[in-house]
T-cell receptor, first 113, second 114 residues
Framework: DQQVKQNSPSLSVQEGRISILNCDYT??????FLWYKKYPAEGPTFLIS?????DKNEDGRFTVFLNKSAKHLSLHIVPSQPGDSAVYFC????????????FGTGTRLTVIP | DVKVTQSSRYLVKRTGEKVFLECVQD?????MFWYRQDPGLGLRLIYF???????EKGDIPEGYSVSREKKERFSLILESASTNQTSMYLC?????????????FGSGTRLTVV
């Protein structure tokens, strides 16, 4: 049973525009959320995170929004750059459990120059 | 620079072979993990270890075993490789007291079983 879902397997965006990647989760015990970025033939690298006590966290061009009532989070990239082209994984964990990360299926972002 | 190192980037093995995938981290992390990544399925947890000589099954442990004899090394073993184990395997580690800092991943091993 997939507890973290990314329903869009791919997304294409023009360079300079906004990229919005979405993620939904089902487990109400999740209280920490992360986004990872993965290039081909490399391991995922941490991008940005958010605690459930916040609804927004910003780091440069990257902003993550959390809507707890909807069990939904999104990653906004503004402006998008060709180097942002990668697979993005959403992940979630619960501090009341083992704190292991549950990953989504990933969204492949292509930024078109 | 802290690292998680996976011994092989690419491996080709025959059906029925016993396969060892090695992972070493230099961050003195207690927790280590093995995932496999498949298109459309994301990252799925195979096994994890909270500390030396400890191991726990993840979501898809069938056909795999692990070994953690030393803190820095976590090995994934395919007892008898099958073609459905062709995948990208990713090792990760994490400090037990800093769970919200997430995982540090290795570069992955792409295993092909023929």
């Amino acid at each position: 049973d997939q507890q973290v879902k990314q329903n869009s397997p791919s997304l294409s965006v023009q360079e300079g525009r906004i990229s919005i990647l979405n993620c939904d989760y089902t487990n109400s015990m999740f209280d920490y959320f992360l986004w990872y970025k993965k290039y081909p033939a490399e391991g995922p690298t941490f991008l940005i995170s958010i605690s459930s006590i916040k609804d927004k966290n910003e780091d440069g061009r990257f902003t993550v929004f959390l809507n707890k009532s909807a069990k939904h989070l999104s990653l906004h990239i503004v402006p998008s750059q060709p180097g942002d082209s990668a697979v993005y994984f959403c992940a979630a964990s619960s501090s009341t459990g083992a704190n292991n990360l549950f990953f989504g299926t990933g969204t492949r972002l292509t930024v078109i120059p | 620079d802290v690292k998680v190192t996976q011994s092989s980037r690419y491996l080709v093995k025959r059906t029925g072979e016993k396969v060892f995938l090695e992972c070493v981290q230099d961050m003195d992390h207690e927790n280590m993990f093995w995932y496999r990544q498949d298109p459309g399925l994301g990252l799925r947890l195979i096994y994890f270890s909270y500390d030396v000589k400890m191991k726990e099954k993840g979501d898809i442990p069938e056909g795999y075993s692990v070994s953690r004899e030393k803190k820095e090394r976590f090995s994934l073993i395919l007892e008898s490789a099958s073609t459905n184990q062709t995948s990208m395997y990713l090792c990760a580690s994490r400090a037990w007291d800093r769970p919200n800092y997430g995982y540090t991943f290795g570069s992955g091993t792409r295993l092909t079983v023929v």
